[in-house]
């Protein structure tokens, strides 16, 4: 069962139809509530005037700073598991106007359209403040400058000084906005003092702690469910709007409450910061690096403080002796920007790997090569030994599919009718995680021979479900088909957030766990009530020495139920790290008249240990392939920054890959077997796909043109 290519287990509800959302559940007399968001990046709500709302047919109540129904004032008890430090941003706590987008009010009413009509007429003043919402002001207003990520080592000034070969570069990429099909929602379902909250959330448990703070409720009285997740990438690692105030509205009104963002508010929501990085990197004839430096500055709000390692990567992904990394972070006038899909690595990386490029360009050494030539097995930012790194395989497999040897060095040396063809690579790096905090999963045998697994984990989309139900069947030799798994629900035995590509690692572990329990007392009825042989352990096809595991459950007439917890091993992680690897090629053809791009191949190689899945895994790659040409080519999130506001917050003009912008996509698994990374010596999939697809891509366009661009995204302006 692990290892197989097994369809998705819930494949059959979600496309159906039959899958519920956070916006699809519905309940008796349900109220429907309208965010009315600011206008204004920074200042004061002077007036509101809700009385034309109130007036309008259907319309229950006007959520106002002014009226907010009890719940707390200390920004501290709005603190999630998933929050940087600073002061979360509360809900119409008071008049103050933090980044536009913000919610100022809330209409509540019988109907979705009489709310949204109503929120028309809510008529708000302010007062403005001067405000920056440029990194690139924020950066010179602001004084403070770098500070060491990491540990500096050796000296990478005189290095650089004394290097035959180097680069200097600055690379600088945009915002990027959260654009998960499934829209953010709550459904705040009021039962006699009881609250159910349907959220798009990739942790129950962390929005149920959110909402009992913030609201002061009983552990036992308020509920989060997200069985089903429409995509999420980050987006919903923290509470958005929508949970507060449909819970706060259904609590006061003591009805049923449902809000939905739309998708112009989901930019006033999280974004990946835009950054600026400056990397120096110094080599000696044969492409030895001498030194490193990478320093960023990346955007956050002017309330929280986010930060995402963006620097790290360039310590340890090669070897060098004489290493900088520094990063500091600029207050703009925006929401606090959020974690996105391989945070910080899809930023920093992708300046690492153009720069190694533009540094094998100048030691004249092949790409492929100036990597292999700076192999390393330590994680020299803190001297950790790397569990696994089948790097070395990736770029060799990835390089014979994309027929990488056939290459021309040339720039400009490759074309096909008015189409210049550009052959690039680059390497990523990400974490593979064990979740830091419990982990737990409920396995459960019932009388009737059904097998239940139970946590509450988040199936965001990317296959959990269908993951821990092989798991499980590989325990008792049944087909996945066999398990019933319930994720989702933030009665479920503890879970972290699913971030991080963990939950692969970490519930998959606990549910290995939990079977390897359950069997032992499965065996021990089996030997006293059936005569099972000592010495047969193994299960096949749900029977253990020819008697059906059903057989054995009945027998003592109740459940079995097992519960197992997952924790990193401590004693392994001061010798070792783990990391998931990768190897991107790609093609690009570039129309030398009018600019127009296009990434017709991507071949991609991943080592991230076992794959319990390569169906469900390689769609993760894919996914994360297709994310990444969005970040190269067409992702942007264009600011006003007169207005402080995302001037293209719609699909339409913040232009994600569609069918058109997509071709030839080739993923591969690299073999990978890791003892000591986690129980089932998995590593994750879900983020290592996006990492070293865009400067993959920027490096091809330089090799198509001749033409180096270091802002992403790489528009044909650019090129022109
Ligand atoms: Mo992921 S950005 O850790 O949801």
């Given at each position: 069962m692990i290892g197989a290519a097994q369809d998705r287990i819930d494949g059959p509800l979600k496309v159906s139809g039959r899958a519920p959302y956070a916006a699809d559940h519905s309940a008796t007399a349900l109220l429907h509530g309208v965010v009315v968001s600011a206008p204004?990046?920074?200042?004061?709500?002077?007036h509101i005037e809700t009385s034309a709302a109130l007036a309008f047919r259907g319309v229950v109540d006007v959520f106002t700073h002014e009226n907010r129904p009890p719940a707390a004032t200390r920004p501290v008890r709005y603190k999630d598991l998933s929050g940087p430090s600073g002061t979360p941003f509360v809900p119409l706590l008071d008049s103050r106007i933090l980044f536009a987008g913000q919610p100022v009010a809330l209409v509540v009413a019988e109907t979705y359209e009489a709310a949204r009509d109503a929120a028309d007429l809510v008529r708000v003043s302010y007062d403005e403040v001067s405000f920056v919402t440029a990194l690139a002001r924020a950066v010179v207003d602001e004084p403070q400058g770098y500070e060491d990520a990491y540990e500096p080592r050796g000296n990478s000034d005189a290095a650089l000084a004394t290097a035959p070969v180097k680069i200097d570069a600055e690379y600088r990429s945009m915002p990027l906005y959260h654009n998960a099909i499934e829209l953010f929602a709550s459904t705040a379902v009021w039962d006699d003092g009881n609250l159910t909250v349907y959220d798009k959330t990739q942790g129950p448990q962390n929005i149920h702690l959110y909402l009992r703070l913030a609201l002061g409720l009983r552990v036992k009285t308020i509920r989060v469910i997200?069985?089903?997740?429409?995509?999420?990438f980050g987006s919903g690692l923290r509470p958005s709007h929508t949970s507060f105030l449909a819970a706060l509205a259904a609590k006061h009104l003591h009805r049923s409450v449902r809000v939905v963002l739309t998708r112009a508010q989901a930019y006033g929501v999280s974004y990946r910061p835009d950054a600026i990085q400056q990397v120096k990197l110094g080599c000696d004839r044969e492409g030895r690096l001498v030194a490193v430096e990478h320093r960023s500055v990346a955007a956050t709000s002017t309330y929280e403080d986010h930060d995402e390692n963006i620097v790290g990567w360039s310590g340890l992904a090669y070897a060098c002796p004489n290493v900088t990394l520094q990063s500091r972070r600029a207050r703009v006038s925006r929401p606090t920007p959020g974690d996105m899909r391989a945070p910080g690595a899809t930023t920093g990386v992708f300046a690492l790997e153009c720069a190694l490029d533009e540094l094998a360009v100048a030691a004249g050494v092949d790409p492929v090569a100036i990597r292999l030539a700076n192999w390393t097995t330590r994680d020299q930012n803190d001297g950790r030994e790397i569990t696994s790194k089948a790097q070395r395989e990736c770029y060799a497999v990835a390089a014979a599919r994309f027929g990488w040897?056939?290459?021309?060095?040339?720039?400009?040396?490759m074309r096909e009718g008015r189409e210049l063809v550009g052959w690039g690579m680059a390497g990523g790096v990400w974490d593979a995680l064990v979740a830091p905090t419990p982990t737990r999963a409920r396995v459960t045998l019932r009388t009737d021979g059904q097998l239940e697994v139970a946590a509450a984990a988040s199936d965001i989309g990317t296959g959990t479900y269908t993951i821990l139900a092989q798991i499980a069947a590989d325990a008792f030799g049944l087909d996945a088909q066999d398990v019933r798994v319930r994720l989702g629900d933030s009665t479920l035995p503890m879970n972290p957030v699913e971030g991080g590509s963990w939950m692969a690692a970490s519930t998959g572990g606990a549910v290995a766990k939990a079977c390897d329990k359950l069997k032992r007392t499965l065996l021990a009825q089996a030997r006293a009530r059936h005569g099972l042989a000592r010495g047969v352990t193994t299960f096949e096809r749900g029977r253990i020495g020819g008697i059906p595991i059903g057989d054995i459950v009945a027998s003592g007439a109740k459940d079995l139920s097992a519960i197992a917890t997952n924790l990193p091993d401590v004693v392994t992680g001061r010798k070792y790290v783990s990391y998931s690897h990768s190897a991107v090629f790609a093609e690009v053809r570039v129309d030398e008249e009018l600019g127009v791009i296009r990434v017709t191949r991507v071949v991609t190689a991943v080592a991230a240990g076992r794959i319990i899945n390569p169906k469900t895994a390689r769609s993760q790659i894919v996914g994360g392939v297709v994310m990444g040409i969005g970040y190269a080519l067409h992702e942007e999130g264009l600011l006003d920054h007169r207005f402080g506001?995302?001037?293209?917050?719609n699909l339409a003009d913040y232009h994600i890959p569609a069918n058109a912008d997509i071709h030839d996509i080739d993923v591969v698994f690299v073999d990978e077997h890791d003892d000591k990374v986690s129980v089932l010596g998995v590593k994750g999939v879900g983020e290592i796909g996006v990492v070293a697809v865009a400067p993959a891509i920027a490096n091809a366009i330089f090799h198509a043109t001749g033409q180096r661009v270091r802002d992403l995204p790489i528009t044909l302006d650019k090129l022109l």
């Open positions: 204004i990046a920074a200042g004061r709500i002077r997200n069985a089903y997740v429409g995509g999420a040897a056939r290459r021309n060095a040339a720039v400009r040396s506001k995302v001037m293209n917050a």
